[in-house]
């Protein structure tokens, strides 16, 4: 993605951030291309190229980030928050020997069939209903 440093600036005003220089480096880097990153990854990845911002100013940048809508989390088994830069809708498959997460993007008549079977399965299981459903792929080997 060619993302400037105006459009990301213009990105964090449109979420209701002011977009400080901290604010406007970390969203820049983490806006740049999809990617997932826990926040421990986001820290390093900031300090390389921003090295006097803090851990507690990146954290709490995330969490902002997150709350407005321009990140999106994902908390998979082992209890680890992902912060995904990717907003738009769209799927994740694991890979669980590597770790990587990979987006998965269906078109809407896959996507419909997919979700309407989870949800009558889920219903059927349990007698409730499920309103909002993002699918998690894991991928293993042998």
Known sequence: MDLSYQKTKELLESHG??????RLEMAHLLLERHQHLFA???FHLVNSHFPHASRATIFNNL???AEKGMLGTLELKNGVTHFDSNIGPHHHALN???GEI???EMDEELEAKVLEELKESYLKKTG???NNVKLVITLRGK
């Open 17 to 22: 951030i002011r977009p400080t220089s901290q």
């Open 40 to 42: 421990e990854e986001v």
């Open 63 to 65: 969490k902002l980030f």
């Open 96 to 98: 669980e020997e590597t």
């Open 102 to 104: 990979t987006d998965v």
């Open 128 to 130: 409730k209903k499920l």
